[in-house]
């Protein structure tokens, strides 16, 4: 089960032990891409490695003198970037988290580098994808769309009635007052006054006689 990840010069002792630890740690529809092993110059007892998977990237490290592994993964969607570095000796494969973490491995053979770096693109495109639809999602969501299983079927949209504005009665403009009309009264002529113009009038015309206007005008009088 292993020989397809010894093509790239890879220890094999190393990729068996990290083989089956991982096999352990594999999520349902989780499948292993890559393997790679540390190669160190002069002693390589205990390499390093790193595993590409279709969920995320993990590295191992042997711990207790090589008789248990310790290991660090990180979903693809927490990776933010991947590096890898050429040296005289072999290179450097690194990655960059969200968090504002990194991990990464020396002297990997450039080969295996190269490879890790492809495979570890490759993921990096597909869970950006991947997360450019759940936004597409999201955003249909909370716009109201929403999916039916059959969506040939016509569906009529629910009609909302829109209630008209209460218009509030305006009041009415009060009446003007009417201007109140003075009426100006003639002064009511003195009657007895008019009288006795009246007698005096008829004396100086020569229509009664002394006796007659003295007579009348005491009577007049008499009347108050």
């Known amino acids: 089960m292993i020989e397809k990840f010894l093509q790239d010069e890879q220890d094999p002792k190393a990729i068996e032990k990290v083989y089956t630890r991982l096999v352990d740690l594999l999520t349902t529809g989780e499948e292993i891409i890559y393997i790679a092993a540390q190669k160190k ?67 990997l053979p450039k080969v295996q580098a190269r490879k890790l770096y492809q495979y570890a693109q490759e993921r990096k495109e597909s869970e950006r994808e991947a997360r450019r639809l759940r936004d597409l999602e999201e955003k249909r969501a909370e716009s109201g769309a929403v999916q039916f299983e059959n969506p040939s079927q016509p569906v009529a949209a629910a009609y909302i009635p829109q209630q008209q504005p209460v218009q509030q009665p305006i009041p009415a403009a009060p009446e003007p007052k009417p201007e109140p009309v003075v009426v100006h009264e003639e002064p009511k002529p003195d009657v007895l006054t008019e009288k006795l113009k009246k007698l005096r009038t008829l004396f100086d015309n020569g229509l009664i006689s002394q006796e007659e206007y003295n007579h009348k005008k005491l009577e007049l009088l008499n009347d108050l």
């Open 41 to 107: 110059p002069l002693v390589n007892l205990l390499p390093d490695c790193i595993a590409i998977t279709n969920k995320r990237v993990l590295f191992f490290t042997p711990a207790n003198l090589g008789l248990s592994i310790k290991f660090v993964d990180f979903v693809w969607k927490d990776v933010v970037d991947v590096y890898t570095k050429e040296e005289i000796i072999g290179a450097i494969f690194s990655v960059k988290t969200t968090n504002g973490a990194e991990m990464g491995v020396d002297y």
